[in-house]
């Protein structure tokens, strides 16, 4: 069974930074794109970055560029987000997920249980 | 990148068919999927390529796309489907967006 577990989220004031990690098990993690999703209090789902299946790829929201940097360590089956900057708007669960296909992409299949990052003084 | 429009809400007699729309430029030109979420939960894939359901998703949902439209039907609704549900376009300019959301009630 496929299970992604977040971790790092936190209190943090604005202009702080934050590492999320997710850690990944049952799956061939090497094999598959990773993604970081986030979601504000009471908000919708928003995309904030995805990256491919050898690290050597990425993308990112816009709101994400220049702050946040997504990376992965295939041989420890983790997906990283390191966050700059941070500002208050910020503050959201922020889910880990993976897609079980490359091309065309189909989705993210499985998803972790969310870290809270808060933003605040 | 582009933004999906959905309605806010969407209500549905048990047993009825709920159809839920998601409306983007040249969306049809797109890969869309359709995601479950309930409330202090993870989301769940339940449409993935435009019209696929993954294993173990029951076969009353289902999806289409064309134009400018992604639809999610949810046929023959039961109380447990009552959830948000989002939609999502990836394509490789804009890589991957999230439609506005939709909550479904059942009642």
């Known amino acids: 069974e496929v299970q992604l577990v977040e971790s790092g989220g936190g209190l943090v004031q604005p202009g702080g930074s934050l590492r999320l990690s997710c850690a990944a098990s049952?799956?061939?993690?090497?094999?598959?794109?990773m993604h970081w999703v986030r979601q504000a209090p009471g908000k919708g789902l928003v995309w904030v970055s995805r990256?491919?299946?050898?690290?050597?790829?990425?993308s990112y929201a816009d709101s994400a560029k220049g702050r946040l940097t997504i990376s992965r360590d295939n041989g420890k089956n983790m997906v990283y987000l390191q966050m700059s900057s941070l500002r208050a708007e910020d503050t959201a669960v922020y889910y880990c997920?993976?897609?079980?296909?490359?091309?065309?992409?189909?989705?993210?299949?499985?998803w972790g249980h969310g870290t809270l990052v808060t933003v605040s003084s | 990148s582009s933004g999906l429009t959905q309605p806010p809400s969407v209500s549905v007699s048990p047993g009825q068919t709920a159809t839920i729309t998601c409306s983007g430029d040249?969306?049809?030109?797109?890969?869309a999927c359709w995601y479950q979420q309930k409330p202090g939960r993870s989301p769940v894939l339940v449409i993935y390529?435009?019209?696929k359901r993954p294993s173990g998703i029951p076969e009353r949902f289902s999806g289409s796309n064309s134009g400018n439209t992604a639809t999610l039907t949810i046929s023959g609704a039961q109380a447990v489907d009552e959830a948000d549900y989002y939609c999502?376009?990836?394509?490789?300019?804009?890589?991957?967006?999230f439609g506005t959301g939709t909550k479904v009630t059942v009642l």
């Open positions: 997920a993976i897609d079980l296909a490359v091309s065309p992409p189909r989705g993210l299949d499985y």
């Open positions: 049952g799956v061939t993690f090497s094999n598959y794109w």
């Open positions: 990256i491919n299946s050898d690290g050597t790829g990425a």
């Open positions: 040249k969306l049809g030109d797109k890969y």
């Open positions: 390529q435009d019209d």
């Open positions: 999502q376009a990836w394509d490789r300019s804009s890589e991957w967006v």
